[in-house]
Structures are given as C-alpha cells and as structure tokens.
C-alpha cells in the first residue's frame, strides 16, 4: 500500500505539472473487491465463467475461468478471432496441462496460496481478482455499462483490453465504450521506454536533467 501511495503521489504531481485536469474518481482495485465478485457471479450464470475443479478429488478449487468460446465476437478489437487463437495455440495444448477448459480462457478470480498477502474471502474461497476484471468491475461502477471513451497504451490492446470487452459486455448484455484511443509507445533513443529497460523518466527526472 505505501509503494502504492509513493507512485500514485509522483504520477498526480506530474499530471498537474503538464495542466492535465485532474479525474473526478480515482478508484482503486482493492476498493472494489465486491463489485467484481458480482460480475464474476453473473458470468457464471449466464455460462460465460466456470471454477475449475481438482483433478484427483473433483472438488471445486477455487479458480474461475471466462469461457473465451462462449463469447462470440472476441477478437472484435485487435483482431485476435477465436479463429486464429485456435491456430496459434494449436502447438502450446500438445504440451500444455492446465487446469483450463481452453489455453485461451483467462482468469477472473485466482485461489491464493497461504503465503500471499492480498488475499479475500469470495464464494469460491480466499483468492484475488484477475487482472482484466478489475478494470470492468471500476467502470461499470462509476461510468456505467457503455461509456464514451476508453484510452490506454497499444500495448494494452490485446489481451487486456479485449479480454475486458468479452468480460463486461457478456455480463451486461451492453457496448463497453463507443471510441478506443490508444497512445503509442514512449521512445528514449529510439528504444521503447520500460521498466525493464531502465529508462523510465518522469517529469521530475526531466526537470532536473534541465
């Protein structure tokens, strides 16, 4: 929580440097812990989840899977139709085990381990949420089922973004937004900037190379 509140801190100081206007809500995920355990029970219900059960016992093991398959217009977004996912994971099933009904269905609630920290009880057990339902269950809350616009870097585009559209609208029933608009990667000396390539500058990094 503090590395959290540290980052969260510099990125707000830095918007207001460039005039940015500041967003009404800032939401965070462990906030919303309740609305995604709504969305995962209407996505069970409507046959578009399902929580994976223990080979050896047959019992439930606390995971829940989206059927990828069950949502017919995936891949509307980047272009990765269930079409060519098959093709392009044909390879990795022939060795793959996993716990999955298909190699391209994601998470939407993971059971944790007793060593993890975050953690929270859920009708499937302790566990925590998937990364792609977090976004859904923060922008139905405050947004509504369809929005105007949604913005995020092109990097985000598959398999975040199109995994929050198959997601939201198949618990809605409803458009997620009307517009994407997606920046493009930031380059220092004609390399992407990332973490791993440690050459991320914030613009307190900046000003004080001036």
Same mark, same amino acid.
């Given at each position: 929580t503090q590395i959290a509140e540290h980052f969260t801190k510099i990125y707000l100081n830095d918007e207001k440097k460039l005039n940015i206007l500041p967003a009404t809500v800032y939401? !965070?995920?462990s &906030?919303? %812990?309740? /609305? *995604?355990? /709504? %969305?995962?029970k209407i996505l069970i219900k409507r046959g578009f989840a399902y929580e994976t059960h223990s080979a050896s016992s047959g019992q439930a093991d606390g995971t829940v899977y989206f059927d990828v398959k069950k949502f017919k217009n995936y891949g509307k977004l980047s272009g990765n139709t269930l079409s060519r996912m098959d093709n392009l994971l044909k390879a990795v099933r022939v060795s793959l085990e996993t716990d999955k009904k298909d190699s391209i269905d994601f998470a939407l609630w993971k059971k944790a381990g007793k060593d993890?920290? *975050? !953690?929270?009880?859920s009708p499937w057990g302790e566990g925590f949420p998937g990364w792609h339902i977090e976004c859904s269950a923060m922008s139905i809350k405050y947004l509504g089922d369809t929005f105007d616009i949604h913005t995020g870097g092109e990097d985000l585009i598959?398999?975040?973004? &199109?995994? /929050?559209?198959?997601?939201? /609208?198949?618990?809605?029933g409803q458009?997620?937004?009307?517009?994407?608009?997606?920046g493009g990667y930031l380059l220092?000396?004609?390399e992407k900037m990332s973490r791993s390539s440690g050459n991320?500058?914030?613009?307190?990094?900046?000003e004080k190379k001036k």
């Open positions: 939401p !965070k995920a &906030e919303n %812990i309740k /609305e *995604m355990i /709504e %969305i995962i993890r920290l *975050m !953690k929270w009880e598959f398999p975040h973004h &199109e995994d /929050e559209i198959a997601q939201s /609208e198949a618990a809605t458009k997620l937004t009307n517009y994407w608009v997606h220092v000396d004609d991320v500058y914030t613009i307190s990094d900046i």
